[in-house]
């Protein structure tokens, strides 16, 4: 089972905000975020536009999924 609990790292030491789940002695790890957050990259509608093949056939229904059909493997 995982647990996140909030906390503060100041002077070298770790004070957690909450109390765990477990009542001996337990590994942790600890993971901090990054200083900056990521900003994230705008996509650009329609980038794909005529690039993308179809066969003519795309929605026509597969052989295979009828109903009754048969294998000649």
Do not use: C
Request: charged content about 30%; overall charge negative.
């Amino acid at each position: 089972m995982l647990t996140t609990i909030k906390g503060i790292y100041e002077n070298g030491k770790v004070t957690i905000s909450g109390s765990p789940p477990v009542h001996s002695r337990t590994e942790v790890t600890v993971t901090f975020p990054d200083e900056k957050p990521k900003t994230l990259q705008k996509r650009k509608a329609g980038v794909l536009s005529g690039k993308v093949w179809m066969s003519d056939d795309f929605d026509e229904p597969l052989d295979d999924l009828e109903t009754g059909a048969s294998r000649s493997d």
